[in-house]
């Protein structure tokens, strides 16, 4: 079965929802279905994020979707790749690769100068994907955030 990936939009909206559910809850998040699909809706509307559908055999296996940021220090648009998720029967079938090459296409077609993301210091699997995609690891900044 062949494998393509493609920009997702609001057709799509129930095709997505239950994937981005299952990374919702991988990340500990209890079951809410209408949540993330309320979630995904409102960033289609406003168009404040980027959304790549993986399919295989007209199936959706996988998503990743980036928020566009911008470095004040160098001046640049960057995107945050904030969520990767493949379903976990389709595993080791190349999507979660498809989908980061995708993404750094796009990035790169909308001028992007970089990609970043973060991701569970115990995730071995998704880190040494991201390694031998040329991903590198930041060893100069630590990462803080604020709970409000």
């Known amino acids: 079965?062949?494998?393509?990936i493609r920009s997702a939009d609001i057709h799509d909206l129930d095709r997505?929802?239950?994937?981005?559910?299952?990374?919702?809850?991988?990340?500990?998040?209890?079951?809410?279905?209408?949540?993330?699909r309320a979630f995904l809706a409102e960033r289609f509307a406003h168009q404040e994020s980027l959304v790549l559908l993986a399919e295989q055999g007209g199936e959706a296996i996988g998503f990743t979707?980036?928020?566009?940021?911008?470095?004040?220090?160098?001046?640049?648009?960057?995107?945050?790749?904030?969520?990767?998720?493949?379903?976990?029967?389709a595993r080791r079938s190349g999507a979660g690769r498809a989908l980061l090459k995708s993404a750094a296409e796009q990035a790169r077609m909308l001028g992007a100068a970089s990609l970043s993301l973060s991701t569970a210091l115990?995730?071995?699997p998704a880190q040494a994907l991201y390694e031998s995609l040329g991903w590198v690891r930041d060893t100069q900044f630590c990462e803080y955030s604020l709970t409000l």
């Open 16 to 36: 997505l929802a239950p994937l981005f559910d299952a990374y919702r809850q991988f990340y500990r998040q209890p079951p809410d279905l209408a949540r993330a």
């Open 65 to 89: 979707q980036l928020y566009p940021l911008f470095s004040s220090v160098r001046t640049v648009r960057t995107w945050l790749l904030n969520d990767l998720f493949v379903a976990p029967a």
């Open 122 to 124: 115990d995730n071995a």
């Open 1 to 4: 079965m062949t494998l393509s």
